[in-house]
């Protein structure tokens, strides 16, 4: 093997994989970790499949970008700390460029009649697409009736009691530990998939050669801790504490540590601050900016980039709106995916030595099952505020439920979100063909009927 002393495979070429690789992640984790599992187990044979599946499980319970971070494990086992800036910085920098242009296209263009009409076809289909989700994911990750119940417990405490969203994970993880000292079986690793070919590069059995250490976690610590906070720093220093840059970073750095389940397990936390708290956008442009990362590669939490982008379009204070607007964007990523790389670079030495540990497996299993009533409510508040134009409010004591008026119904966003259920849900069709039908259907709809 060529490269450096503890590369498995030359930087160089590891690198080319991983751009290639960046380019084809459309379609949300899903279709991205099938990417991955086609290119890095099938045909390089870098990676086993058990292997692959046991650090997909560790990323799954960390918050973040579970396929990014994905990515980023492999490149550590790959080539080190190099491996795993390389491979993770590549895996987002195509959408990173992408929804930069789109969101500048949005901000410019986004009230005329052609954009609206795209968007009428456009973010009912992403309503479809949530649910396509959640279905997804309860059949992985409910394989117990208790399970089940902590799926409904999850959406009953946010939809209807407002429990916050990271106090909904915290205690998911908490019960799925529980629940797996009386189920062993319900955190019973994956076993591996059979296959053909010849051995991986990277074998099932094969103990990762960096050993964890304090000085090594102490120095991984200290580096990423600064890189994360200096952006933020440097922008209340130069802008002041009022700035809305230092506002976006704060928050979106704090929203870094609560993303468990991914983009749509966090979004219906980012909407309800981004929208009602710190009025960056309205309900409804919330679903435009997933319509939007869902046409571009990479992660799906790169919406945040979006919410960052048009906020400080609308509000730059000091700076000149797109100015503020590109700063925005590129210190809210840089602070989403930061912890990313802190995340995998100072745990991974440690959890390779917990493989087949049945306390995290478990925790994993709550926190999955958790995910599939996230991911629901995030469905319910996109319905709500994409399907009709108004909605009311019903309160119980402590429970309280927002639901829609009737006579306000959005005829062709429902039409169209009908039509964007079947393709997805009944015939399977890929994200990005149905995004293109859904948004030629809103042209038609929104030309012929006007647009609202």
């Known amino acids: 093997m060529a490269g450096r002393v503890g590369d498995v495979i030359e930087l160089r070429a590891a690198a080319r994989v991983w751009f290639a690789i960046s380019l084809q992640t459309f379609g949300g984790p899903a279709g991205q970790i099938a990417v ?116 409904v417990a999850s959406f009953a405490a946010l939809a209807l009691l407002g429990v916050p969203f990271p106090a909904v994970v915290a205690l998911a993880g908490l019960v799925g530990w529980l629940l797996s000292r009386v189920l062993p079986g319900l955190a019973r690793p994956a076993a591996p998939a059979a296959g053909g070919g010849p051995p991986p590069l990277i074998a099932d059995d094969a103990l990762h050669s960096e050993p964890p250490g304090g000085r090594r976690s102490g120095l991984v610590l200290a580096v990423g801790l600064t890189l994360w906070a200096a952006p933020v720093v440097a922008a209340a220093l130069l802008l ?72 400080a379009y609308r509000a730059p204070g000091p700076l000149d709106p797109w100015v503020a607007a590109v700063l925005a964007a590129l210190l809210t990523t840089w602070v989403t995916f930061v912890p990313c790389f802190l995340f995998i670079l100072l745990g991974a030495p440690y959890v390779e030595r917990l493989r087949g540990n049945r306390a995290l497996a478990g925790a994993l299993a709550g926190i999955t099952a958790a995910v599939v009533g996230v991911i629901a409510h995030l469905g319910l508040y996109f319905a709500l505020h994409t399907l009709v134009r108004s909605t009311g409010t019903a309160g119980w004591g402590p429970f309280s439920v927002e639901y829609p008026l009737l006579d306000t119904v959005r005829w062709p966003a429902l039409a169209v979100a009908l039509l964007a259920a079947v393709l997805v849900l009944r015939l399977d069709w890929p994200v990005l063909r149905v995004l293109g039908v859904c948004a030629a259907a809103g042209v038609v709809l929104g030309l012929s009927v006007g647009v609202g």
């Open 240 to 311: 002041g504490r009022s700035s809305i840059l230092v506002d976006q970073g704060l928050f979106f750095s704090g929203a870094a540590l609560v993303t468990f389940g991914g983009a749509y397990a966090v979004l219906a936390y980012v909407a309800q601050q981004a929208v009602e708290v710190y009025g960056w956008l309205g309900p409804g442009e919330m679903v435009r900016g997933l319509a939007l990362a869902e046409t571009t590669p990479g992660p799906l939490v790169m919406v945040v980039q979006f919410v960052a982008f048009v906020g």
């Open 36 to 151: 991955m599992q086609r290119v890095l187990v099938e045909e390089t044979r870098w990676i086993g499949q058990q292997r692959f599946l046991f650090a997909l499980s560790y990323c799954t319970l960390l918050p973040g970008p579970e396929a990014q971070q994905l990515a980023t494990y492999v490149g550590w086992l790959l080539n080190g700390v190099r491996g795993a800036l390389v491979a993770g910085v590549l895996f987002v920098l195509p959408g990173v460029v992408a929804l930069l242009v789109l969101s500048g296209v949005y901000v410019t263009y986004g009230e005329t009649t052609l954009v609206q009409a795209l968007f009428l076809g456009l973010a009912p289909a992403v309503v479809a697409i949530v649910a396509q989700a959640v279905v997804r994911v309860a059949r992985r990750a409910l394989v117990h009736r208790s399970l089940l119940g902590v799926a």
